[in-house]
């Protein structure tokens, strides 16, 4: 049964590995999804296995690229047809270095190997992608007063050692912390998620030489995204939660304290000599 508490939500990359595992944790809280992906068909098949196991059909797939402004206009305005509304942007869609070569989570990819082309397709899908995510769906959350922008980006280590990925992130972490700054007040939240470290999806090719059996769960990602979703975290913007640091056995406000710190970097930012007014 649906509570007043159901939202409608978009999940970019639905159909990959974290983009399921958030699915899977949303639709128990009875919010309904649009799952984008630049694979339909993939996203397709995760829909119709959700809606299975949930006995619902509150889950529908979008094909689409991120990195298109027109396919993320038309993400909002299919879900908005289909649901009424969109209340949740989780940008979640990645591009990643295995991408580039199998092997480019172990060996990074070199300078050499970062033409024009292959610097824009990261920064296309990992930060052009979830600012248009956002532009296309703020109307309506503007006018109901209430949404939640959630991005992935990644680890700060991740950030600071692998380009273009990292460079890309840091920019979508950025844009969080700026962007919480400029919706607060309005009702409409940013906050970022990230697994912290390496996970067990397709994202990180065998050819990594990362031992899966080692990495995180996707499923860590399922809890904090839930909370932020609920109106308990009404308040809550401008923060960074560590999936892997969320203790589902704690009350949801406990966990958030552990796992959750501010989004970006505001201790460095503190560093600033001066900044004169006007
Ligand atoms: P994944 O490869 O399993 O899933 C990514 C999904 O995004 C895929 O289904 C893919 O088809 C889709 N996608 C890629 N480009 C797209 C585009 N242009 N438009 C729409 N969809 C697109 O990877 P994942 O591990 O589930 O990654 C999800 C997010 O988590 C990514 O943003 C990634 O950067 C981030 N992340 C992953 C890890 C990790 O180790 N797996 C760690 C930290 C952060």
Same mark, same amino acid.
């Given at each position: ?10 999940? &970019? ?11 899977? +944790? ?8 649009? *799952? ?121 280590? &991740?950030?600071? +050692? ?35 470290? !390496?996970?067990?999806? !397709? ?24 909370? *932020? ?21 704690? !009350?949801?406000?406990?966990?958030? &304290? ?7 970097? !505001? ?12």
């Amino acid at each position: 049964m649906e509570s007043a508490d159901t939202r409608v939500a978009i999940i &970019t990359g639905g159909a990959g590995g974290i983009g399921q595992a958030m699915a899977r +944790r949303m639709i128990v809280d009875g919010h309904r999804l649009a *799952l984008m992906d630049i694979d339909g068909d993939a996203a397709a098949r995760v829909a119709a296995a959700i809606n299975q196991e949930a006995g619902t059909n509150g889950v529908f797939a979008i094909g689409g690229d991120v990195s298109q402004t027109a396919d993320c206009e038309r993400a909002v305005a299919q879900t908005a047809d289909a649901f009424g509304q969109v209340d949740i942007v989780v940008n979640n869609a990645g591009f990643g270095a295995s991408k580039i070569r199998p092997d480019g989570e172990k060996n990074l990819l070199t300078l050499e190997e970062l033409t024009p082309e292959v610097w824009h397709q990261f920064f296309s899908v990992n930060i052009d992608g979830p600012l248009q995510m956002i532009r296309a769906a703020l109307p309506g959350m503007r006018t109901r007063g209430w949404g939640r922008i959630i991005n992935v980006t990644t680890s700060f280590f &991740t950030m600071l +050692r692998n380009m273009p990925y990292g460079a890309s992130k840091a920019a979508l972490e950025a844009g969080s912390a700026a962007w919480a700054q400029e919706l607060d007040g309005t009702g409409i939240t940013v906050n970022v998620v990230v697994p912290g470290g !390496p996970t067990d999806t !397709p994202f990180i090719a065998p050819e990594s030489g990362l031992d899966p059996a080692k990495m995180l769960r996707p499923d860590v990602m399922g809890p904090p995204v839930a909370w *932020l979703c609920s109106r308990d975290a009404d308040n809550v913007t401008g923060q960074r939660f560590i999936g892997g640091k969320w203790d589902p056995a704690l !009350p949801d406000s406990e966990a958030a &304290t552990i796992a959750g710190s501010p989004a970006g970097w !505001p201790e460095l930012a503190a560093s600033t000599v001066i900044w004169p007014d006007d």
